[in-house]
């Protein structure tokens, strides 16, 4: 039996030219036309990666200087991929749900599965602990979502 090799953490950042494509500009390349998106507890509404890229963006003009810190676990087999990664940000945009920008700091990790087919994502599946991630922001009362 051949020796588990511990887990990977990478660091990368997008070009230039990535970060300026639209994502709906995107999407046609990387998923199927049928894909699928799922992550009940953080986007319930969101059934396509499109979706999620939509709700995401919302999220994103809160933070507008989210970014990914590391890629803490990077796993590939047949067709499956998995991402874990660790990321940062402030509120320093646009309100979030009637909150005001309020410059505080948050630190948070999500997980990323995606099945592919066809070198596309055909389906999407996203964990995120989005609840820390509120509370650092100030983005909650109290523990009323938990």
Known sequence: MAPVQPA?????????DEESQPISDKSPRLCTSDSTFTAPTTFPTCESPLDYA??????????????????DYVF????????????????????????????????????????????????????WDKLNMWKQLGWMKGDEYV
């Open 76 to 127: 590939a087999k047949n067709n499956m991929v998995l991402l874990r990664y660790s990321a940062e940000g402030s509120h320093c945009g646009e309100p979030h749900n009637g909150v005001q920008a309020s410059g505080r700091k948050a630190n948070w990790t999500a997980a990323a599965i995606f099945e592919l087919k066809d070198g596309k994502i055909k389906g999407f599946t996203k964990e």
């Open 8 to 16: 990977v953490k990478l660091s990368t950042a997008q070009t230039e």
């Open 54 to 71: 939509d709700s995401h963006a919302q999220v994103m003009s809160s933070i507008a200087d989210l970014h990914i810190t590391s890629y």
